[in-house]
């Protein structure tokens, strides 16, 4: 119980740390990309912010639901989506969309690191439940094996 507790709340918490990050702890640049004919169009780290805050809202939702499921089997597929989900958070700033080139920039020297341990963060903590959940399920199976025995 005291597992689930601590994993749900956890998620909920790392859920909007990475939705506040890139916006009010770590903020990303403001500037945008000003094009020949014109027009001007937002950096990539803008892009990047505006989905981490999609990831977090996802992570603290899935963090709700770990706290309200009480069977392990389902607590076991929470705990992997969350762990994707923090893969997610992970890939976002580093491969998928990515940040400003120039290292020098806002969003390269706080909100890139700050997401990427807050997302490794996650993916520990996830895979420690999935471990947890997987034993506890092994030994009520067990222990109900044992019973019907008897």
Known sequence: MKNKQTLGIFAVVLGVLIALIPELIFPVCA????????KSLFMKCHWTAR???????????NGILILLFKNYEARIALSIMLFFLGLTALLIPTLVIGMCEAA?????????????????IIMIA??????SQLSLLKAEKLHKERSVIK
């Open 104 to 120: 020098a920039m806002d969003c390269r020297v706080g909100t890139e690191p700050a997401l990427i341990v807050t997302s490794i």
């Open 51 to 61: 989905v981490e805050i999609l990831v977090g809202v996802i992570i603290v939702f």
């Open 31 to 38: 500037d945008t990309i000003e094009l020949i004919n014109g």
């Open 126 to 131: 996830s895979s420690g439940s999935i471990i």
